[in-house]
């Protein structure tokens, strides 16, 4: 298990651990983790809001900005992004 592995590590160098995953069984695993984690922030509010505020909608904001995280590096297909876009500002996956 996944999480085991990376339980069995000694607490002091878990900074400086690195895990090259390569096994079928733990790539499904961590996907599994991931996309439970990436549910959770979509369905909780608060996490939601703060995700959607990382976000640069345009390459204006993103240059202005100087942080977050640009809509085009997401590198999402026309209906994909027009799907993301809709939730920009509506909490609508709750």
Same mark, same amino acid.
Request: glycine letters at 4%.
């Given at each position: ?24 069984? +733990?790539?499904?695993?961590? $996907?599994?983790?991931? $996309? ?25 904001? +993103? ?6 995280? $640009? ?24």
């Amino acid at each position: 298990m996944l999480l085991l592995r990376f339980d069995e590590q000694p607490r002091a160098s878990r900074v400086q651990t690195f895990f090259a995953i390569e096994n079928p069984d +733990e790539l499904l695993e961590l $996907g599994q983790i991931i $996309g439970a984690a990436d549910r959770i922030r979509l369905l909780h509010q608060q996490s939601y809001h703060e995700m959607m505020s990382e976000i640069r909608w345009t390459e204006e904001e +993103e240059k202005s900005s100087r942080d977050g995280l $640009g809509i085009a590096t997401l590198e999402l297909s026309a209906t994909d992004r027009a799907f993301f876009t809709s939730f920009e500002t509506d909490l609508c996956l709750t």
